[in-house]
């Protein structure tokens, strides 16, 4: 369900089949809260900062947020307005108080940009930019051809010079503690990048400019001290050797380095298998799960999740709906393993968060209510983006949620008391209200009319008729 209006809030609920817990998201655009909720849609803990999103949280098992900020930028030279530039990280503990934070945003030098991901040992390691000037792009092999001459607009910034990936490894004080940079593995063959890659002509070209390998992902698996990352723009998710820097498996798009390998054409994916890809996220079988975009993908222009086992490179399990528009992200978007098996998926343009089982049955959805920074309990076509500010983007866009169990131990000695929905409690129920068959009571008379912010109505328990788990959780 994607549409471009239509309700928003718990669509779907199928109460014996979703993994139960909270979902946390951020509102991508111009909304400074996270948003803690229950299956319900009920808001059951927010926290707020100073930033908008830059572009995600995670809710550590303390109980602390740890949130990435997008930084104010200025329309000159030095700022960047790539998109998913953020700049700060700070952690909020369950009260929101803000008892850490790290900035990286250096004008003209470096940026945090997308995720973050705190490490098992309390390091923090930091997805950034750092900046490339044509100089040195050229010495390290661009073609000069494919150099821009003049500054390239983006988000009304000039840009003057390359933004290039590099990934940071901060202890808790702060201090730099391991750095590996794109820019020390420029070359040819299965562990280099070619700085002249980009998708070819019959696809446009894409990616030719400053914002040449654009990341988004950096996760850390500790069995093996590898550091997973994903390359939007070169489509591929990369296993780097902790110790040695050095790319120790990488998967979905052979012709980016291997001159055999066949490239995409009009109609045809070459060898190619993931288009845009997010989110690459190690399993603990050993797989990997990946949002697959499918932008510029010749063959099929829909987006999907996919779950890939590196020992054979195959694909072993994926998820796609029947019509492109019922679930496809040009950009960003996420995925996450649950531990009943289910998997969430954030399909960022529609703000639409949804859970699959194995079989690829829907068993709960949310579209987010909050378009540009209010509560809407209807999204109309008016709320979309205009079309410059991003392609296919909505204003209700969320970058990527997590689903935390109802045992996870963030939630020990807390009480999730349901605050109402984010659109106000006068909004409809459509889980219950449209699937009363699977597991619910027949739709009760509509609710008292409720205050129309619910965010800041005092806790109270909306009137449920489901017989589910009670509207009040006290978790031990
Ligand atoms: O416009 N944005 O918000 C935006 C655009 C692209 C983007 O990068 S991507 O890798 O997530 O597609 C992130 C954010």
Redesign the pocket.
Known sequence: YEAITGPTGVLYYDQAKAYQGYTLFDP?VASKTTYLIDMRGNIVHTWQSEYTAG?HSVLLPNGHLLRAGALPRKTEVGYCGI??AGGILEEFDWDGKKVWEYKMFIPNKEIQH?TFCRMPNGNTMILGWETLTNDEARKLGRNPLTIPTKPVMSKGIPHDRFWVDFVREIDPAGKTVWEWHIKDHIGKGPKKFDINYTLPMPMGEMYATYDWS?F?TVNYIPETDTVVMNS?NLSEFYFINHKTGEVEYRWGNPSAWDPNAKKPGYWDDGSQKLF?N?CATPLKNGHVLIFDNGSERPQDRRSRAVEVDPKTGKVVWEFRTRHTNSFNSH??GAVQRLKNGNTLITSTHGGHIFEVNPEGRLVWEFVNPISAGKAKAVFHNIDGLPFEA?ID?MAN?V?RAYRYGEDYPAFYGKTLTPQGYIAGDDAPRFFRDYHAGAGFAAPAAAPAAAPAAAAKAPAKAPAEDDGGDGPTMNAY
């Open positions: 991508t572009l998109g998913g997308h654009h988004n939007r845009g997010h950009r960003q991003h983007g866009m970058h």
